[in-house]
């Protein structure tokens, strides 16, 4: 009997056992044809030493930038990164294959953007070909100067309520506080409000922030997650009751009174004109791409302008210096009088070049590419264009290190080659909200100069956690020193 039961099943073990090591030897020749093939066409492109298994992932991992810029000095150009031994991708930081790189309209890479598809939904972050075209088109329009024109009151307002709690907490005295937290909380506010018309009061009931001891203790995926899932079901309630109320006619009447036409108004008004090709998910994945896209990245252009010149005090003085005679005691800010504001403009560049608020944008190409050293690459490679990279490379800033504002004067700015400063992209999957950020640096650092003075802990120097967004690892610690008007 135990004869026959071994007879039985032997054979239908060894044909399983012989299948899957059929099957598992045509993945590792897969894998082998594909390693080979990466080889060959990224052979032309010099690389650092690579570990067979790891690749180059033990040389970034530790999320130092400093290792970056070695590679960036050493290989001109561009430079093959694997990450294990079946995957690499190339990474650029050359102005000349910058633009040939933006000027097409690549989709973006599946394989870096994919866990982002969960918090943004389908918007413009994440979407490629005619949808991304007709999303950008329906969009545009929030972007406008007029309507920025309208927003630069309810920035004055959500940055002197920030103001309002540094005056709180130092007093008369040189106080030392980790401004991140509140600046974050800031830009937030002004998201919600030119988003929704919405007063949340977040700065002060700290809106999202009721989850800290969570979000303190949760890996960055998950705090995230958290931070998108409580937008969200905000953001539906928002828009469910405003379209509710534009059903009745005496509150469509009182809507069109406010102030200015808020970010969901002209999604809504978009929405009205194509309802078959915009549908309730699409704008609600517009409305989440503008809060999520637009909150850490302010947030952080904000703060290390700040922590720049607190560690560049004559630049300070200078931009300080600028702004009261533009504003006087800043009791009201015009949208023309931004525009005046030249040197704190090229402090602001000079320290989105330092930190660029997104590390580097990624696609996989559709097609061949052949960049105007002759070199070219085929489909499917995934490039990366490293903005940290481009805005650090030696070939083109001259001590790259060093805060010099003054490289943004309009004879140096003319001089250089127009991909070689990149904070927003570049081409036509440009940076939409672009003109929105910089708005809001100005209005913020032009108000916060005027009520402080900054400088820094020197116990506690910025360390960045680059990510897809640039974050501080510890906060940002600064002294703020209440100043007399």
Not at 120 to 138: A, C, I, M, T
Request: with cysteine; charged share 20%.
């Amino acid at each position: 009997m135990e004869s026959w039961l071994e007879k039985r099943w032997a054979r239908p073990l060894y044909l399983a056992f012989v299948f899957c090591l059929a099957l598992g030897l045509l993945q590792a020749i897969k894998l082998y044809l594909r390693r080979q093939r990466l080889l060959r066409e990224l052979r032309h492109f010099p690389a650092p030493p690579t570990h067979w298994f790891y690749g180059h992932q033990k040389l970034l991992q530790d999320g130092k930038m400093e290792k970056l810029e070695e590679f960036v000095e050493k290989y001109p150009c561009a430079f093959p990164c694997w990450v294990g031994p079946f995957q690499a991708f190339f990474y650029v930081y050359d102005p000349d294959y910058a633009k040939t790189f933006l000027s097409r309209t690549d989709p973006k890479s599946k394989f870096l953007y994919k866990f982002l598809m969960p918090c943004l939904g389908k918007g413009l972050v994440s979407l490629d070909g005619p949808e991304w075209f007709q999303h950008r088109h329906l969009v545009t329009p929030a972007f406008s100067f007029n309507t920025l024109k309208s927003y630069v009151d309810v920035m004055t307002q959500s940055v002197n309520i920030m103001l309002g709690k540094w005056e709180e907490i130092c007093g008369t005295r040189d106080t030392g506080v980790e401004v991140f937290e509140h600046i974050s909380l800031m830009t937030l506010d002004i998201l919600l409000k030119c988003a929704f018309s919405q007063e949340t009061n977040c700065q002060i009931n700290s809106f999202l922030h009721h989850h800290d001891i969570i979000f303190k203790f949760s890996p960055e995926g998950h705090r995230l997650q958290e931070i998108s899932e409580v937008l969200q079901q905000y953001a539906e309630k928002v828009i469910r009751d405003r379209k509710k109320s534009l059903k009745d006619i005496k509150n469509q009447d009182n809507a069109q009174k406010k102030n200015y036409p808020d970010f969901l108004d002209i999604l809504l008004s978009a929405q009205a004109e194509n309802c078959d090709s915009f549908s309730d998910t699409d704008l609600q994945s517009e409305v989440n791409t503008f809060i999520l896209a637009g909150h850490d990245t302010t947030a952080g252009g904000i703060s290390w302008l700040l922590y720049h010149l607190a560690l560049n005090p004559e630049h300070q003085e200078k931009c300080r210096d600028e702004i009261r005679s533009i504003l006087g005691d800043g009791s009201s800010i015009t949208w023309d009088q931004l525009s005046e504001m030249s040197y704190t403009t090229m402090c602001i560049k000079e320290s989105l070049r330092l930190a660029p608020p997104i590390q580097s944008i990624s696609r996989e190409l559709s097609k061949p590419i052949t960049f105007p050293d002759g070199h070219s690459l085929p489909a499917g490679i995934t490039v990366v264009l490293s903005i940290w990279g481009l805005h650090h490379n030696p070939a083109i800033w001259e001590e790259p290190k060093v805060f010099d504002p003054l490289r943004f004067s309009l004879e140096n700015s003319d001089q250089r080659h127009s991909y070689s400063f990149l904070p927003f992209s570049a081409g036509p999957r440009d940076c939409i909200g672009q003109h929105f950020a910089m708005v809001e640096l100005k209005v913020a650092i032009a108000l916060i100069l005027l009520h402080f003075k900054v400088t820094p802990d020197p116990t506690r120097p910025l360390i960045f956690l680059p990510q897809v967004i640039l974050k501080p690892q510890n906060g940002v610690h600064l002294y703020l020193k209440k100043l007399s008007k």
